[in-house]
């Protein structure tokens, strides 16, 4: 398997499976861990530490001159000023994780100026591998995976997430939800929104929707589901999802009606007039710090898209987005297109 993929693909597989070591070995004995709270509903243990510190360390051996984003340590080590930035979350599922639930993922992903390019998300539990390279396909313990073909709500399984944290919009969510579960065949929630993403690539999903996450929590699945010929963005089909904190996604049929479902909930048409809550560069800089970002103001668009829309353009990450410098927000629909 490993001379067929990109080398950068293969040291970013090697570094997940060195953390899904570590996470394995501490989940035979949760009683000794050390769990402490960043915020309500929000904890770290000392195995997110040190999955984390073992996947830089190995990434950094590899390519000492590229930068790191990671949910733990930010951008504390490796280089600040590189076109090369690898995305990481040590450990998507940490709630589940400590209740010794197993449903929990490594989620690692390259971006170079700003596209992801290599992305990989182990599940040690079960032992399943699912990577992607751009423009090469996505994969699942080296069987080619796709997203599925339901056309329908009606009989389609959706993946989601609740709100957990202080401060988030419960009675929001609880529209949203209201709305999705009358129109579908069950919704579930199972609490890591890396490994969710990539159950919509496979197919075990149908669509996926989700408030509050943060770039490492989506980067790696977003060119899961696009390489599996799904589509991602925004409760408006907008491709700047990684900076609006919510996200839809799905096969193309399902992610259409998903968006139109959703569209009246989005915080970019919401909380565009109050332009006071903070400027781009704010909300943008508050992903990276680990902070929960204030809404960017944006004009104003219309909800009610047509059937079947879809962002075009790539999956992109901003390179502004993981720099202290001001961003620059687009104001157009692009072309083409916690967790716990």
């Excluded at 398997?1 to 953390?19: D, E, G, Q, W, Y």
């Excluded at 940490?94 to 490594?106: E, K, L, S």
């Excluded at 929960?292 to 829309?309: F, Y």
């Amino acid at each position: 398997m490993s001379a067929a993929l990109h080398p950068m693909l293969n040291v970013a597989i090697k570094a997940a499976r060195t953390a899904g070591s570590i996470i394995s070995r501490a989940s035979l004995d949760l009683d000794r861990l050390t769990v402490s709270a960043k915020s309500h509903n929000d904890f770290v243990t000392e195995v997110d530490q040190a999955a984390e510190e073992a996947i830089i360390d190995t990434l950094l051996q590899a390519y000492p001159g590229h930068a790191i984003l990671a949910e733990e340590s930010g951008r504390s080590r490796g280089a600040k000023d590189s076109d090369y930035l690898w995305i990481i979350d040590p450990l998507d599922g940490t709630t589940n994780f400590i209740h010794g639930m197993p449903y929990y993922a490594v989620s690692i992903a390259l971006a170079f100026k700003g596209q992801v390019q290599q992305a990989v998300v182990y599940d040690p539990a079960r032992n399943d591998l699912f990577y992607a390279s751009k423009g090469r396909g996505a994969y699942l313990n080296d069987k080619r995976i796709r997203v599925s073909k339901r056309t329908r709500m009606l009989e389609s399984l959706i993946g989601t997430g609740f709100p957990f944290r202080k401060g988030d919009n419960f009675q929001r969510y609880l529209k949203m939800f209201e709305d999705v579960m009358q129109v579908c065949a069950g919704l579930r929630r199972p609490g890591a929104a890396a490994l969710d993403l990539c159950y919509v690539a496979a197919g075990f999903y149908d669509g996926f929707f989700e408030t509050g996450l943060s770039p490492w929590d989506i980067a790696a699945g977003s060119l899961m589901i696009t390489e599996a010929g799904g589509l991602i963005g925004n409760f408006t089909g907008e491709a700047d999802y990684l900076y609006q904190r919510e996200v839809v996604a799905g096969n193309p049929k399902i992610y259409g009606q998903l968006v139109q479902i959703l569209a009246p909930y989005t915080r970019v048409i919401a909380e565009a007039p109050a332009a006071a809550e903070g400027t781009p560069q704010q909300a943008l800089q508050g992903a990276v710090e680990g902070e929960e970002p204030k809404a960017i103001a944006k004009p104003v668009i219309d909800a009610k898209l047509p059937p079947g829309s879809r962002p075009r353009g790539p999956v992109r990450i901003r390179k502004a987005a993981f720099k202290s410098t001001v961003a620059k927000t687009s104001t157009e629909l692009p072309r083409r297109r916690r967790d716990d």
